[in-house]
Structures are given as structure tokens and as C-alpha cells.
């Protein structure tokens, strides 16, 4: 059957204007992130009084040419050519008034120096939502006041964070020792009280040093608040106790009280078992945390030092959480091992990875911890913990009630499963975003090399947890010799390895437009399939485009975001590596469809 000319000319004239609709788009996000950048940078000027003119009078905002802030005193760019900002650091210049907050306008900034000015007020109890993605936080050397916000441990990336020199009062939130990044830390020379946050032997009293009121390892023991072992268990238990008695009553018996506020409490709770868990039965020098792993890697020591991060559970405690492996509790068969569904006497559940008993999966089992073991990201799944117990080797995770995302693309015959495109586009988002922070992380970078629709689980908000460490690979640390030839004069992001990482994650997209099942796509990517490349596809006719998508999305008002968003994932599978963008440059441009057809 033939297209009357009409039609086609029809067809032609509603695809050419899709394509224009799509670059148009991605114009407008670049635009988008520079007018932030120069906004978040405008506030931070009007917001501060600068005496001696110390940066003030370079920051000109006539000049409309690309990367123009970089020449900004104190202005550091992602790159030259870009308004992205990287790190701002205005030291030393006696500068006065509150914290900048216009600082939340910058998206990229990992970077904020203010120390040895004459700043004054509060930190902003909101400083994780200012300062998102921070990974190095200055602000030494002030008069800022009042209590040290506990949402600074809500910044993740965190490795540096230096308030020395201040007029700071009350408790140091306890939850700063949920910073298992940090790798800085001073709050000398205020005026604080209390026990120190639990960082194990990473700091010595140095951090600490000029306040006379703050007590625990490096300083000396908080008498009034363990005097010995015995009180200490007690207190401990008892807090326990009480935390669990008050969550399952908000939980079961406050129908009213909001989800998140449920869902704050119970994060308090397991915050305060966490730090409880540290502190039982450790001796003032804290250094029986370093539990040396001969079972499996005797001469690791780097992979015993990851108990300060990951717990060493009980054999024993997560047989009987699993119903002694029962099959009924199965919820997943890979490569790897086993999953199961566990139980704990609370009632709170567990994913535990039973491993197969090979040598490639120690090796699968030693890469999981080192990788994941480090990293937390609310789009990676939480390794809780692990457990070697003669040949057994068991990996804990936080469990995803909504299983993984292949399942929901293609359910088992008789399952009624179907999530709409609205979820697909904020899936997708969401592996992106976090994809984005593994190869971008400021302090190590890793590729997952394994991306795919089995290893996307699903939690009770179908916000997506990238899982399946065993094949990731550490690009690029603190210790990298970036000298090397294989380094030298190549950006982490235009290593072969991480469009790896972009490839497998357009074929999740594709996947999540068609339907089809990966393997299918696979091979039509790497045949040359015309109808997934996006430099090949016949803009002439608009039966490719609709042959390909899963049916049940059509007509549903979405059809021109599917189409930008098949745009997106066309370039990301091309078979030129080098011509595949960035997990950066999808993300944004993701974000960009999806936020322009939202309210």
C-alpha cells in the first residue's frame, strides 16, 4: 500500500520539524545552564559587601561571549570555552555578609572557598540543597554562628569540609560520620560540645583543638556519657529499643502522620543503629574496625579497610533472615549468584546476593566491595554489608520492592505489568544522573561496563538504583599517574571504556521506547539496523519510527517526546565511539525534554 503524495509531504514536513523541535531543545538547555551559572554568580556578587574591591570589579556581566566567567577572579570552568563552574574560591579578601545562597543557582559547583573573610550567620540548614553536588566546602576562618546543620551529611560527595576558626556552638551533628568520603575535617576554634562524630582513627585532635567541651576518641572519653562498658551497652540497647518501639508505632499506629515524615523517623532510626553498631564494643582507639579478610584476600589490606564502611554480618543471623536459603525466598537468578528476599526479626528486609562458588566470582565478589563499598548515590543501590563464612560469600543490599526494570519491559506471561512513558522518561533520568556521578566523581571514577535493564532495580517509588558492580572498573583516583601515555592528553570521558558505559545505557533506552527485549537490539545496533541510527534513519517516512516503538505508548500525547527521546538514544549507540556524547550531556538532555512538557 502507498502513501498518497499528500500524505508523505505531510509526513516529511511533521519529521523535519520534530528534528528542528529537538536541536532547538538541546540549544535552549545549553542556554539554560549559562543563564544559571550567571545568575547563581550575579547573587553571589549583590549578596556580598567587598570592601577592597577584591573580585568585584572583575566580575563584568556586559560581555555575552561563551566562557566569559572563567576570566571571573576566583572563577574556575568545567572548561575554557564553557559557563559551566566548576569551583569558586574568593579567600582572603575580607569580604562580609551571610552565606551566599544564590550559590544553589550554580549546578556544576563542586567547589566553594570562602575562608579568611569576615562572614557572618548561620550555615543554611538547607546547605545540602544549595550545594548539591559538593565535594570540597571551605568556610574557615569566619564569624559564622549558631549550630553546625546536620543536612551537611546529606552532601554525599563530601571530601573536604573545614569549618576551623568560627564562632560555632552546640553539638557536632553525630551524622557527620556518615560522611565516608571525607578525607578533611577540622571544627577547630569554636565553641563546641559533646562527643565527636565517629570517624574512627581518620582525624586527630587537630580537628578538634579549642574547644574545651568536646569529648570521645581522638580526645579524651566522654565520662558523662559512657562511664563503662556496661552503661554504654545498656544505653545503647535501650536506645535501640525505644527508636524501634516509636517507628513501628508512627508506622502502624499514626495513620496520619505523613509518609516522609515516617520515613525521616525511621532514617533516624537506622542512623542511630549505625552509629550505635560503631560504637559497641570498640576500645577507645577504635582500631579493631580493621578486620583483616583472610579468608578470601589475605594480602589485601585495602579490601579489610572497607569494614569501616561496609558491615561484616552474621552467617548465622543471615541464614535465619533468609529461612535457611529457602527457595521461597528467591527473588533472583544471575550470572553472579542467587538473591534473596530476607527478613529481620524488626521486620525491615534485606536483598542477600548468594554468590557461586568459583573463582571468578571472588574476584566479582572482591570488585563489588571495593567498588560499591565506597560509593552512595541515590540512583546506586546501597551495599549494606557482607559476609565470608567458609566457602559462602554473601553481599547485602537494601531491598527494591519493585524488583528490577526488565521484568516490568517484559513481564511473564498472565503478570499485569506496565509502566507508563511518563516513569520510563524518569527512569531513564534517573540512570543517567546516576551513571553521570560514576564517571564524574571528583574523587574516584568508575565505569559499571555492565549496564543493562536487569541490573536496574526498582524501589517503592520506581526510583531506579543502578546494581551489578562485579565487572566495574576504577578509571581514575587520587593515586592515578595521570603522566602515564595512556592517560596523558585524554579526558576521562573520551575513554573508550566509559562510551562503553553510554552505548549499554542507550540500549536500556531503547528498550524502554520499544519494548524489545536487549538482546534484539543489541544486534540490530551492532548489524546496522537503519532504523536505530540516528545519522541513517529515513526522515522520508514516518513508518520507522512508529514500526519501532512499543505500541502501548502511542497516541497517548507523548509522541513527540518519544521521538527526542529515540533521538537521544540513536546517539548512543552508534558504533563511532568517539561521536557517542557524554552520560553528562544525555542526562542534561533528558532532563531538558522532560522538564519542558512539565509543569
Not at 582572603?92 to 550567620?121: H, I, Q, W, Y
Not at 538504583?465 to 576521562?492: Q, R, V
Request: charge should be neutral; hydrophobic fraction near 35%.
Amino acid at each position: 500500500m502507498q502513501m498518497a503524495p499528500n500524505t508523505r509531504f505531510g509526513c516529511k514536513l511533521l519529521l523535519r520539524t520534530l528534528v528542528w523541535l529537538l536541536l532547538c531543545t538541546v540549544s535552549i538547555c545549553s542556554m539554560e545552564d549559562n543563564n544559571s551559572n550567571i545568575s547563581c554568580l550575579k547573587s553571589i556578587k549583590d549578596s556580598l559587601d567587598d570592601p577592597h574591591d577584591s573580585f568585584k570589579s572583575s566580575w563584568n556581566f556586559n560581555n555575552n561571549t561563551e566562557g566569559f566567567i572563567c576570566d571571573f577572579v576566583g572563577v574556575e570552568c568545567w572548561h575554557v570555552y564553557s559557563n559551566e563552574v566548576l569551583k569558586i574560591r574568593l579567600t582572603n579578601m575580607g569580604l562580609k555578609g551571610e552565606f551566599p545562597r544564590g550559590v544553589a543557582d550554580c549546578k556544576t559547583l563542586m567547589g566553594l572557598d570562602l575562608s579568611n573573610n569576615e562572614l557572618s550567620g548561620p550555615i543554611p540548614s538547607n546547605i545540602s540543597r544549595i550545594f548539591q553536588y559538593g565535594t570540597e566546602l571551605d568556610l574557615s576562618s569566619n564569624r559564622f554562628s549558631g549550630n553546625i546543620p546536620k543536612q551537611i551529611s546529606n552532601l554525599s560527595f563530601l571530601n573536604a569540609l573545614k569549618l576551623d576558626n568560627n564562632q560555632l556552638t552546640g553539638l557536632i551533628p553525630p551524622e557527620l560520620a556518615l560522611l565516608d568520603r571525607i578525607k578533611q575535617f577540622s571544627v577547630a576554634n569554636n565553641k563546641l560540645y559533646g562527643p565527636v562524630p565517629n570517624f574512627g582513627p581518620s582525624f586527630n585532635e587537630s580537628s578538634y583543638a579549642g574547644n574545651p567541651g568536646l569529648c570521645g576518641f581522638p580526645l579524651e572519653p566522654c565520662i558523662n556519657f559512657f562511664s563503662d562498658s556496661f552503661k554504654r551497652g545498656f544505653i545503647i540497647g535501650y536506645m535501640v529499643s525505644v527508636f524501634s518501639v516509636i517507628s513501628i508505632f508512627m508506622s502502624y499506629c499514626v495513620p496520619w502522620v505523613h509518609r516522609n515524615e515516617r520515613n525521616k523517623m525511621l532514617r533516624q532510626f537506622m542512623l542511630n543503629l549505625i552509629l550505635s553498631r560503631r560504637n559497641k564494643g570498640e576500645h577507645s582507639h577504635q582500631t579493631s574496625k580493621l578486620v583483616h579478610l583472610d579468608l578470601l584476600h589475605e594480602a589485601s589490606r585495602e579490601t579489610s579497610m572497607l569494614v569501616q564502611l561496609v558491615s561484616r554480618m552474621s552467617y548465622a543471623d543471615l541464614t535465619e533472615a533468609t529461612n535457611n536459603f529457602s527457595a521461597d525466598n528467591i527473588i533472583g537468578i544471575g550470572q553472579m549468584g542467587t538473591t534473596y528476599k530476607a527478613t529481620l526479626p524488626n521486620g525491615w528486609l534485606l536483598a542477600i546476593k548468594r554468590l557461586f562458588d568459583t573463582q571468578k566470582f571472588d574476584e566479582h565478589f572482591i570488585t563489588e566491595l571495593k567498588t560499591l563499598g565506597r560509593l552512595r548515590h541515590d540512583n546506586l543501590v546501597p551495599l549494606l554489608g557482607f559476609c565470608i563464612e567458609s566457602k559462602e560469600k554473601l553481599l547485602v543490599y537494601r531491598y527494591m520492592s519493585n524488583g528490577n526494570l526488565y521484568d516490568w519491559l517484559h513481564p511473564a506471561e498472565g503478570e499485569a505489568k506496565f509502566i507508563d512513558w511518563p516513569l520510563r522518561v524518569n527512569i531513564a533520568h534517573g540512570i543517567a544522573r546516576g551513571l553521570v556521578w560514576l564517571h564524574q566523581n571528583c574523587n574516584f571514577r568508575v565505569v559499571h561496563l555492565d549496564i543493562c535493564s536487569k541490573c536496574i532495580l526498582l524501589d517503592q517509588n520506581f526510583e531506579p538504583k543502578i546494581s551489578n558492580f562485579g565487572e566495574a572498573m576504577l578509571i581514575k583516583s587520587n593515586n592515578t599517574d595521570w603522566s602515564s601515555s595512556f592517560y596523558k592528553d585524554t579526558e576521562l570521558w573520551e575513554l573508550s571504556f566509559v562510551k562503553e558505559d553510554v552505548y549499554h545505557f542507550g540500549i536500556v533506552l531503547l528498550e524502554l521506547i520499544t519494548g524489545a527485549e536487549p538482546s534484539k537490539l543489541t544486534n540490530s545496533s551492532d548489524t546496522g539496523d537503519e532504523t536505530l541510527r540516528n545519522g541513517s534513519i529515513d526522515l522520508s517516512t514516518s513508518t520507522n519510527f512508529y514500526d519501532v516503538i512499543d505500541k502501548s505508548l502511542i497516541g497517548r500525547g507523548f509522541d513527540t517526546e518519544i521521538f527526542k527521546i529515540f533521538s537521544v538514544a540513536c546517539h548512543c549507540v552508534q558504533p563511532n565511539r568517539d561521536g557517542r556524547p557524554t552520560m553528562l550531556e544525555v542526562h542534561k538532555t533528558i532532563g531538558a525534554i522532560w522538564s519542558q512538557n512539565r509543569p
